[in-house]
C-alpha cells in the first residue's frame, strides 16, 4: 500500500458562514428521530453493491472527491427507481447510468489558489452547472493517481461538456448548522442518503487505519473532505463511516448483509463533540419538503424586512426578494401576502432574532 500519510495536506478551508445557506434543521418540520445505532444505516444497503474507491494521490482535490462520490450514490438511487430494477439489472441493461462520476469536474471549478476548496463551493457547483462521466473529464493522470497541477487544469471545459453536466444538476443542499450533533448527522444520512463535510486531521493519527484518532494539542493539522455515508456503533462506540478518497485503505470487501460502514474508515463521537467538523451540507429534495409545517412570515408595519418564524420561535430574517420566492417555490414558507402578514412594528421588533437566511441562487 502506498504510504502516502506524509503527504496530507489541508484540501479543505474553512469558510466564513454565509447567511444565504439552507439550514438542514429548519427542513424537518418535527423534532430529530431517535437514531438506531445499532441497526445502523449504510447507502450501500439501499443501492444493493459497493461503492468504487477513489484516490486523489498528492493532489488536494477531496471536495471535488467527496461530492462525486455523492452525486454517483444519488444518480444510481435515481436511475434504479426509474427504471425500476435492481443495481446488478442496470449492469446488464443500462451500465452507462452507473458510470463513475469525474471529481475533477467539479474540483477543477472549485479550487482556491494555493489549493483546496470549501465544501460548500461542490455543492454550489453541482446545483448550478453539475458533473460528468470520469469517462468524460478524468480524475487520473494517465492512468495514474493525479498532482495537484493536474486537477486543477480545466482546458477540457466547454458548451459540449457543459451540456453533459447538466443532466447532474438541479438539486438543493442544506448545511447542518448544529456540526457537534453526531445524531443530526446520522439523520441526516439516513433521511438523504449521506452527507459531504470534513475534518480537522493530524499526520500520524490512524488515517492509514479503520479508526482515525483526533488530533493532539500543538501539532499541526489540516483539513480533509469527506462523504459520510454510514453510520453504526460497535465496541468502539458510535461512528460515521466513510470511504474516504485514498483508495481501498483496508482491503475488506462489502458484501450485502456486512456490518454498516465495513470497509471503511470510522470517526467516532470525539470527532463530533470535539468541534473538528467543517460546515456539513447534504442534499435534500426540494419536493421533500413537508408542506404542512411551512414557516409563517412576518413583517413589521415601518419597515421593509420580511422574517420567517422558526420552530423555535425566533425570527430569521430573509434577507433577498430572490431569496423569499426561492423558498416560496420550495415550500419553506409561504407565499408573502403584504396585509396578512405585517404587523405592528413593535411586535416585530420585540421578537427575538436569529440569522439571516437565503438561497443560493
Given at each position: 500500500?502506498?504510504?502516502?500519510?506524509?503527504?496530507?495536506?489541508?484540501?479543505?478551508?474553512?469558510?466564513?458562514?454565509?447567511?444565504?445557506?439552507?439550514?438542514?434543521?429548519?427542513?424537518?418540520?418535527?423534532?430529530?428521530?431517535?437514531?438506531?445505532?445499532?441497526?445502523?444505516?449504510?447507502?450501500?444497503?439501499?443501492?444493493?453493491?459497493?461503492?468504487?474507491?477513489?484516490?486523489?494521490?498528492?493532489?488536494?482535490?477531496?471536495?471535488?472527491?467527496?461530492?462525486?462520490?455523492?452525486?454517483?450514490?444519488?444518480?444510481?438511487?435515481?436511475?434504479?427507481?426509474?427504471?425500476?430494477?435492481?443495481?446488478?439489472?442496470?449492469?446488464?441493461?443500462?451500465?452507462?447510468?452507473?458510470?463513475?462520476?469525474?471529481?475533477?469536474?467539479?474540483?477543477?471549478?472549485?479550487?482556491?489558489?494555493?489549493?483546496?476548496?470549501?465544501?460548500?463551493?461542490?455543492?454550489?457547483?453541482?446545483?448550478?452547472?453539475?458533473?460528468?462521466?470520469?469517462?468524460?473529464?478524468?480524475?487520473?493522470?494517465?492512468?495514474?493517481?493525479?498532482?495537484?497541477?493536474?486537477?486543477?487544469?480545466?482546458?477540457?471545459?466547454?458548451?459540449?461538456?457543459?451540456?453533459?453536466?447538466?443532466?447532474?444538476?438541479?438539486?438543493?443542499?442544506?448545511?447542518?448548522?448544529?456540526?457537534?450533533?453526531?445524531?443530526?448527522?446520522?439523520?441526516?444520512?439516513?433521511?438523504?442518503?449521506?452527507?459531504?463535510?470534513?475534518?480537522?486531521?493530524?499526520?500520524?493519527?490512524?488515517?492509514?487505519?479503520?479508526?482515525?484518532?483526533?488530533?493532539?494539542?500543538?501539532?499541526?493539522?489540516?483539513?480533509?473532505?469527506?462523504?459520510?455515508?454510514?453510520?453504526?456503533?460497535d465496541e468502539y462506540g458510535e461512528y460515521c463511516a466513510t470511504p474516504n478518497s485514498w483508495g481501498d485503505l483496508l482491503g475488506k470487501k462489502w458484501e450485502p448483509g456486512a456490518p454498516p460502514g465495513y470497509g471503511w474508515q470510522k470517526l467516532y463521537r470525539d470527532y463530533f463533540v470535539e468541534g473538528l467538523q467543517f460546515d456539513?451540507?447534504?442534499?435534500?429534495?426540494?419536493?421533500?419538503?413537508?408542506?404542512?409545517?411551512?414557516?409563517?412570515?412576518?413583517?413589521?408595519?415601518?419597515?421593509?424586512?420580511?422574517?420567517?418564524?422558526?420552530?423555535?420561535?425566533?425570527?430569521?430574517?430573509?434577507?433577498?426578494?430572490?431569496?423569499?420566492?426561492?423558498?416560496?417555490?420550495?415550500?419553506?414558507?409561504?407565499?408573502?401576502?403584504?396585509?396578512?402578514?405585517?404587523?405592528?412594528?413593535?411586535?416585530?421588533?420585540?421578537?427575538?432574532?436569529?440569522?439571516?437566511?437565503?438561497?443560493?441562487?
Amino acid at each position: 500500500m502506498l504510504n502516502i500519510e506524509s503527504q496530507f495536506r489541508s484540501g479543505v478551508v474553512e469558510q466564513p458562514w454565509d447567511k444565504r445557506n439552507l439550514i438542514f434543521e429548519e427542513a424537518l418540520g418535527a423534532s430529530p428521530v431517535k437514531i438506531d445505532w445499532v441497526t445502523g444505516y449504510d447507502i450501500r444497503n439501499e443501492i444493493g453493491a459497493d461503492i468504487p474507491y477513489k484516490h486523489q494521490g498528492t493532489s488536494l482535490s477531496c471536495v471535488g472527491q467527496a461530492w462525486s462520490y455523492y452525486a454517483w450514490c444519488k444518480q444510481v438511487k435515481e436511475a434504479m427507481e426509474f427504471y425500476k430494477m435492481t443495481f446488478q439489472e442496470l449492469q446488464e441493461n443500462y451500465p452507462k447510468e452507473l458510470d463513475v462520476l469525474s471529481a475533477k469536474s467539479v474540483y477543477s471549478q472549485i479550487h482556491l489558489p494555493g489549493g483546496g476548496a470549501y465544501v460548500s463551493a461542490g455543492g454550489a457547483r453541482l446545483i448550478k452547472w453539475g458533473i460528468v462521466p470520469e469517462s468524460v473529464v478524468s480524475s487520473y493522470q494517465n492512468g495514474s493517481t493525479p498532482g495537484e497541477e493536474f486537477m486543477e487544469e480545466d482546458t477540457w471545459l466547454n458548451d459540449d461538456v457543459t451540456k453533459q453536466a447538466e443532466a447532474f444538476s438541479g438539486s438543493e443542499y442544506r448545511v447542518i448548522r448544529a456540526k457537534e450533533n453526531m445524531d443530526l448527522f446520522a439523520q441526516a444520512i439516513q433521511e438523504n442518503g449521506g452527507v459531504v463535510g470534513g475534518v480537522t486531521g493530524q499526520n500520524g493519527r490512524g488515517w492509514l487505519t479503520e479508526r482515525p484518532q483526533i488530533p493532539l494539542p500543538g501539532k499541526e493539522t489540516w483539513g480533509h473532505c469527506i462523504p459520510y455515508l454510514a453510520f453504526g456503533k460497535d465496541e468502539y462506540g458510535e461512528y460515521c463511516a466513510t470511504p474516504n478518497s485514498w483508495g481501498d485503505l483496508l482491503g475488506k470487501k462489502w458484501e450485502p448483509g456486512a456490518p454498516p460502514g465495513y470497509g471503511w474508515q470510522k470517526l467516532y463521537r470525539d470527532y463530533f463533540v470535539e468541534g473538528l467538523q467543517f460546515d456539513p451540507f447534504t442534499y435534500t429534495d426540494k419536493l421533500n419538503t413537508n408542506r404542512k409545517t411551512m414557516r409563517p412570515l412576518i413583517k413589521g408595519s415601518n419597515k421593509p424586512e420580511i422574517y420567517y418564524i422558526g420552530m423555535d420561535g425566533k425570527l430569521r430574517h430573509i434577507y433577498s426578494m430572490p431569496a423569499l420566492r426561492e423558498g416560496e417555490k420550495s415550500g419553506l414558507w409561504e407565499a408573502f401576502d403584504e396585509a396578512k402578514h405585517t404587523k405592528p412594528q413593535a411586535e416585530v421588533d420585540a421578537m427575538v432574532k436569529s440569522y439571516d437566511v437565503g438561497f443560493l441562487i
